[in-house]
């Protein structure tokens, strides 16, 4: 198993970060069920979701796609998303950032179900 460099338990579920590098930084994500990401978006990085497990509908803009274990989407720079997990298990993804700055003061919420928009 990878060595986690960090934890960080929200409201939704809870994020572990793989790598952080210059060039990219590596999040295990996962939301429970019935549980949702606040809408926002990123000035600074695009975001790749790989799905390991359960159930997830990704809204991109105004699309709105649903993903299962081994599918995938991408987030360009820019792009209002949000995921939520549908399911009765948890949503497990990986989350590949890339771009110019990763911190999570780049995010923009526009819409939070735990009042931190």
């Known amino acids: 198993m990878s060595a986690v460099l960090e934890e960080d338990?929200?409201?939704w579920?809870?994020?572990?970060?793989?790598?952080?590098?210059?060039?990219?930084?590596?999040?295990r994500i996962v939301v429970y069920p019935g549980?949702?990401?606040?809408?926002?978006?990123?000035?600074?990085?695009?975001?790749h979701w790989y799905i390991l497990?359960?159930?997830?509908v990704v809204t991109r803009d105004d699309e709105e796609i649903?993903?299962?274990?081994e599918q995938s989407v991408d987030i360009p720079r820019g792009a209002v998303h949000r995921v939520a997990n549908?399911?009765?298990?948890d949503l497990a993804f990986i989350e590949v950032q890339t771009g110019e700055y990763f911190g999570e003061d780049d995010i923009e919420r526009l819409e939070d179900d735990f009042g931190r928009a």
Do not use: I, W
């Not at 549980?35 to 975001?47: G, I, T």
């Not at 649903?66 to 274990?69: E, F, N």
């Not at 549908?86 to 298990?89: D, I, Q, V």
């Open 9 to 11: 338990h929200r409201p």
């Open 35 to 47: 549980k949702r990401l606040s809408l926002q978006r990123h000035q600074r990085r695009a975001e």
């Open 53 to 56: 497990s359960g159930e997830a």
């Open 66 to 69: 649903r993903l299962k274990a």
């Open 86 to 89: 549908p399911g009765m298990r």
């Open 13 to 27: 579920g809870y994020y572990q970060v793989y790598a952080d590098e210059v060039d990219h930084k590596v999040k």
